[in-house]
């Protein structure tokens, strides 16, 4: 895959993180729920590596 591929993945990752962030809602959030973020967040990280 190349640098600019790999960056355009890893921005349309973001945006879907942020939406997912933006839609939820405090009061009903899980420990899945953020867990679920934190997954997606680690996987950014990785394929920046």
Do not use: A, G, H, Y
């Not at 973001?14 to 009061?27: G, I, M, R, V, W």
């Not at 009903?28 to 990785?46: A, G, H, K």
């Amino acid at each position: 895959m190349t640098e600019s591929n790999k960056i355009s993945q890893l921005k349309t990752q973001l945006q879907t993180f942020l939406d997912q962030l933006d839609q939820l809602e405090p009061s009903e959030t899980s420990v899945e729920d953020i867990d679920r973020l934190i997954e997606m967040l680690e996987q950014m990280e990785r394929k920046l590596k």
